[in-house]
């Protein structure tokens, strides 16, 4: 089993001596650098770039620079996606948004992560678990999206969460851990 099958099936996996992976991460590096050294008012570039990092977008989009990920292809967005400032998405395992999301300056959503076990850590080894975030979901400033966590519809994620945990649809939730602390009710 190579490294990337380890990787796309959440198994601890070694991205440093691959050469595929290496391949892969310095490709999509080269394209986020030319996405961010595009002229701002330069649309049709920036989105004609974003298609070619991306795996799938559905529809409208918008990320303002920079922009950072690691390989692109596990990205998938939906319609009428927004990013302010300084999104990171390390996307070692697929990363999905649905429509109407809306990102404030520096989040990130981090996909990887590695071994509490101090031995395989220092020989560089790491494992991936996908993020999901549903419809009509807004992040706050500053939020980090961890390993493994889905954050249902029509969620608000206030600024500077740090988000371990799966947050159920219709919810506002905030804090470090991220926990609800309030239901929406949504207009029908």
Known sequence: MTEKEKMLLGMIY??????????????????CRNYNDLRPKDMKGRESLLHKIFGSIKGGILIEQPFYCDYGYNIVVGKNFYANFNLVILDEAPVTFGDNVFIAPNCGFYTAGHPVDAVE???GLEYAKPITVGN????????SV?????I???????????VSKDIPSNSVAVGNPCKVIKSITPIQ
Do not use: F, H, Q, Y
């Open 14 to 31: 070694d991205a440093n001596n691959d050469s595929a992976l290496i391949a892969e991460r310095m490709a999509c590096k080269e394209l």
């Open 146 to 150: 961890l390993p493994g966590v889905t």
């Open 152 to 162: 249902g519809d029509n969620c608000v994620i206030g600024a500077g969460s740090v």
């Open 121 to 123: 850590r220092s020989k």
């Open 136 to 143: 009509d979901v807004w992040i706050g400033a500053g939020v």
